[in-house]
């Protein structure tokens, strides 16, 4: 078993951190502890305000120094100042940085998913019979509608009530990891198969069937910026509510306008089409929510 260090400079250093304080450590004990944490595996963060702690400042993952009181080697040696000396404030930080980078994976599932569902509709459309299954100004509305402000405002969801439970995550672990890219794979397999399954429907029954192809991959994908909330149900972010009906409205204008209608070469939808084209986009929604539930993100190491 360890032991945890003495007061004095002449204390034994200690070999791995096992006690919850250490008093009156030596400025070359602060770079041990540290240095012995990092190996082990720990993210480690240092507070201090003093000249002597500049070096295990420097040396932690995140250095953190008193603003007010702090000496001005501390704050130069810090990752992080304090501009009100409160720790409380530590925390504040990590459940921000946390809800950033939630929120910039979220947006990628998102992204990224829509974006492969758009190629793989173009790539497989023909062996279905479907000539060209989309326009390129469709495929040119649908990123503006879907990737503009509901992208935009997926950047504002709250921080999920359980993301201070979780421990860091590895420095050195990818953004798409941790089973994004499978996220990714998953949802825009439900993409693809509803935008085909409708477009070919339509194709053997005499419906306009690239003008529902192109409202069913639009609003399937503004269903998968709903099921990507981080509070589903509430009226956080509304925003997004906001951004996701708007995007909806301008998609159904696409089809109704007679101008836009012009512009990307579609045709105005029987009422019996729309709904049953707006019932299967709500798969977008069901597969973004059950994809959280059935896979959830592994705990990092």
């Known amino acids: 078993p360890t032991t945890p260090a003495t007061a004095g400079a002449g204390a034994a250093e200690p070999a791995v951190p096992a006690a919850a304080v250490y008093a ?10 540290i240095e012995r944490m990092r190996t082990s595996g720990e993210v480690v963060a240092m507070t201090g305000d003093g000249v002597n702690d500049g070096p295990a400042l420097r040396r ?29 404030t530590v925390v504040s930080a990590v459940e921000e940085g946390r809800r950033v ?31 060209l299954p989309l326009l390129p100004a469709q495929i040119l509305w649908i990123n503006l509608l879907t990737h503009g402000l509901p992208g935009v ?18 420095p050195d672990q990818s953004i798409l990891r941790a089973g994004l890219w499978q996220r990714v794979v998953r949802i825009a397999i439900v993409l693809t ?9 339509a194709l053997h029954t005499g419906r306009p069937w690239q003008s529902m192809a192109f409202f069913a991959l639009g609003a399937s994908q503004l269903g998968v910026a709903l ?23 301008l998609q159904l204008a696409g089809l109704y306008v007679p101008l836009l209608r012009d512009l990307l070469g579609t045709e105005p939808l ?6 049953i084209v707006a019932g299967l986009s709500v798969l977008g929604y069901a597969a973004a929510r059950l994809d959280r539930i059935l896979h959830r993100e592994p705990p990092p190491r």
Do not use: C, H
Not at 61 to 87: F, H, K, P, W
């Open 24 to 33: 009156r450590a030596t400025p070359e004990q602060k770079l041990s502890l």
């Open 60 to 88: 932690a993952d995140i250095g953190v120094a008193m603003g007010g009181r702090g000496t001005e080697v501390a704050r130069q040696a810090a990752d992080l100042v304090l501009a009100d000396d409160n720790l409380d």
């Open 101 to 131: 980078y939630a929120n910039i994976r979220r947006f990628l599932v998102y992204g990224l998913s829509g974006g492969a569902t758009e190629i793989a509709v173009m790539l497989l459309g023909p062996l279905f019979g479907l000539a």
């Open 153 to 170: 405002a997926l950047g504002g969801e709250p921080a999920d009530p359980a993301a201070m439970n979780r421990p860091p995550r590895p």
């Open 193 to 201: 198969a509803v935008t085909l399954g409708v477009a070919v429907w």
């Open 227 to 249: 099921g990507s909330r981080a509070r589903p149900g509430s009226l956080a972010n509304p925003a997004l509510l906001v951004a996701v009906a708007g995007a909806l409205l």
């Open 270 to 275: 029987a009422l019996g089409d729309l709904a």
